[in-house]
């Protein structure tokens, strides 16, 4: 028989956010709102079938996220925050209720629904459950607003360990600093962004218009230009946050920010090593997660962490020691900052 992980584990989904943070990545700011997402019921017989297929090229893949909190230990607190009587979020219920979620009901009392309810109401049930919980170990928020920041801390603060989970482009980066670790909702095993790519693309196909008869030779100037689905690192902020505020490294492609960090982690380790030029690489990504909670190689295209580092052997040399594999930044790259 194993032996049982002692790591308790609490998930708190801030569903509506999650849920509105995909739509939009996948079809533009305010896309939600626009579509009129909130009231749509895609089982009515006058649902408009080109939203319809919009809202499932945007379905949360909830198991893929209770999956990725139980690796970190058994999940002991497992709550998902909304408005059920929503047809978008009563969609999920079946999913949800099958993995032993907590649905807690949050009633809509204004015109612009639960977002600060869930807000409020997730932070008290995890400070409660902190103090009445000793055990629980980890504190895994769904959810990019920046107004768990403050929660985050708090948890740190009283010994918990704090994982983040949002979607690219709908997420503050003060709130992934703010945790241990950041993920990266696409970056999740099991979640196919392929599918959800290939059904972006197929819903977001324009109409027929009478402009689409035009010749052929003018098109170049009136097609609209093609929507970009990449996964974007969490690390770098884009504009079309819906929850905080733009930042001002908006603009600073995510490869060139995952660079600067890795030469500042090597920078620290050297200065921190009793002589030895050569660092351990698992060191070196434990000092990046640390400096940004956020940083993930997947996103940027890379299998692994190995591959991220010989790809930036113009920076960095790497070594086998054994079963280790070592790492030091060039003189001429450390000169050159």
């Not at 977001?204 to 010749?215: H, L």
Request: with cysteine; aromatic share 8%.
């Amino acid at each position: 028989m194993t032996e049982p992980n002692d790591a308790r584990v609490g998930l708190y989904i801030d569903f509506d956010n999650i849920v509105i943070s995909r739509y939009q990545q996948l079809h533009g700011r305010n896309a939600f709102q626009r579509d009129g997402i909130r009231d749509f019921d895609k089982s009515s017989r006058d649902a408009d079938p080109e939203v319809a297929a919009k809202l499932a090229a945007a379905t949360v893949d909830f198991n893929a996220i209770i999956d990725f909190a139980a690796s970190f230990g058994t999940l002991v607190v497992n709550r998902a925050y909304a408005d059920w009587s929503v047809p978008v979020n009563a969609s999920y219920q079946r999913q949800l209720m099958s993995r032993a979620v907590d649905l807690t009901q949050l009633f809509t009392t204004t015109t612009r629904g639960t977002k600060n309810g869930a807000d409020i109401r997730l932070a008290v049930d995890v400070v409660e459950d902190l103090f009445q919980l000793p055990d629980l170990t980890h504190v895994i928020i769904i959810a990019g607003d920046s107004d768990y920041i403050a929660l985050a801390q708090k948890s740190k603060r009283l010994g918990r360990y704090v994982v983040g989970i949002g979607v690219a482009g709908s997420t503050s980066t003060s709130l992934a600093a703010a945790c241990d670790e950041f993920e990266d909702y696409d970056s999740l095993p099991g979640v196919d962004k392929s599918a959800a790519t290939a059904a972006a693309a197929s819903a977001e196909r324009p109409k027929t218009s009478k402009k689409a008869a035009e010749p052929a030779e003018t098109a170049p100037d009136t097609a609209p230009e093609a929507r970009k689905l990449t996964t974007i690192p969490m690390f770098s902020h884009t504009d079309d946050a819906q929850f905080d505020e733009p930042e001002a490294e908006d603009d600073i492609d995510p490869q060139t920010l995952a660079t600067e960090l890795l030469v500042r982690a090597l920078q620290i380790g050297h200065a921190k090593g009793d002589g030895d030029e050569w660092l351990n690489t698992g060191t070196i990504k434990n000092q990046m997660r640390r400096m940004d909670p956020s940083f993930n190689e997947k996103p940027l295209g890379f299998r692994s962490f190995s591959d991220f580092l010989s790809s930036r052997s113009d920076l960095a040399e790497l070594k086998e020691d054994g079963p280790q594999r070592l790492i030091r930044l060039r003189p001429e790259a450390d000169s050159r900052r």
